[in-house]
């Protein structure tokens, strides 16, 4: 799954824009400390295990999750509505 991290935002939050899942982080993007605070807002989100597969350094990133896509699918609606 692809996503988009944010660096320095004011706080965390997830959401979803145009189909693609992005993530802001309050963290700088120094020594991994936002892709750190990514995985463990999106596991929060989510509520699921969620690692970085690809992007380290990017980003735009590739995560692997560990649940089901149904499921999956459920939170991002939730995210999706809490937005708006």
């Not at 660096?7 to 700088?28: Q, Y």
């Not at 400390?33 to 350094?57: D, E, F, H, S």
């Amino acid at each position: 799954m692809k996503i988009k991290v944010t660096p320095n935002a004011k706080r965390d939050e997830v959401f979803v824009r145009d189909g693609l899942l992005c993530v802001k982080v309050s963290c700088p993007p120094e020594d991994g400390k936002a892709n750190k605070r990514a995985t463990q807002v999106l596991q929060k989100a989510l509520g699921c295990k969620v690692m970085i597969v690809a992007g380290q350094k990017s980003r735009e990133k590739e995560i692997e999750v560990g649940c089901g896509e149904e499921e999956i699918a459920s939170k991002l609606k939730e995210v999706s509505e809490k937005k708006k």
